[in-house]
């Protein structure tokens, strides 16, 4: 390719534009095959030079409106997922292996609502110190993060919760979590601790509900 100007003043272009429509299949290609979401810059660093994976990605969230797989943002990153209207479909196929003791309800609830928290901010609005292992096990969910430390001393680390948590609970964003109004017409903040033993896992209590509970008197993971 000659590299010389055009009759017009232009130099020709290195990377012809690739067709919006390829566009739009690699885009799907691209989302279907991988384990996880993938960020605009996962897409734009595997499609050719020039490429608009925005707007591939709008379309093809358009074209896929109302069918039995939709294409979903969640946080910064998108990926396929079932319609929800048809979750229910799918229940069936769902395992549950364990259940979240209360403190690691709470404690993701109030780093979901108050992100980044630093844990002495957890305690605080807690009233109850939270133990290491209650972290660690969010962590090791994947549904928390590191965020940046404060710049306060001591720099303590801040959490945050993930994209993974995002896509668990099918959400855009953190704004999409249920506010005060949602909350009340559930039911939860009426909920009430259980009789049972703060060691003991709570499993009829909501996380944003056991933010509204008297706090217990000790922690567990």
């Known amino acids: 390719m000659s590299d010389r100007p055009d009759p ?39 499609m050719p030079p020039g490429s608009n994976p925005a707007k591939a990605l709008e379309q093809l969230r ?11 943002r969640l946080g910064d990153a998108w990926a396929f997922r079932t319609a929800p209207d048809l979750s229910g479909l799918l229940r069936q196929e769902v395992v549950e292996t364990r ?9 993701l609830a109030i780093i979901a609502y108050h992100q980044p928290v630093t844990r002495a901010e957890i305690e605080e609005i807690r009233g109850v110190s939270v133990s290491r292992g209650t ?17 306060t001393p001591g720099r303590p680390v801040t959490f945050m919760v993930t994209d993974h948590f995002l896509d668990q609970f099918a959400l855009s964003s953190t704004r999409d979590l249920p506010g005060l109004k949602d909350l009340r017409e559930a039911g939860l903040l009426d909920a009430r601790p259980s009789p049972q033993g703060p060691e003991e896992e709570d499993e009829d209590t909501g996380a944003a509900a056991s933010l509204f ?8 993971a």
């Open 213 to 220: 509970d008297p706090p217990p008197e000790e922690d567990s």
């Open 8 to 46: 017009k003043g232009q130099a020709p272009e290195l990377f012809p534009p690739t067709p919006m429509a390829e566009q739009e299949r690699m885009v799907e290609a691209l989302l279907f095959a991988s384990a996880s979401p993938l960020s605009l810059r996962d897409l734009a660093g595997r």
């Open 62 to 72: 358009l074209r896929y409106e109302g069918r039995g797989v939709e294409l979903q």
């Open 99 to 107: 259940k979240l003791s209360r403190a690691a309800t709470e404690t």
């Open 135 to 151: 972290i660690d096990l969010l962590i090791e969910l994947k549904w928390v993060r590191f965020g940046q430390r404060r710049e």
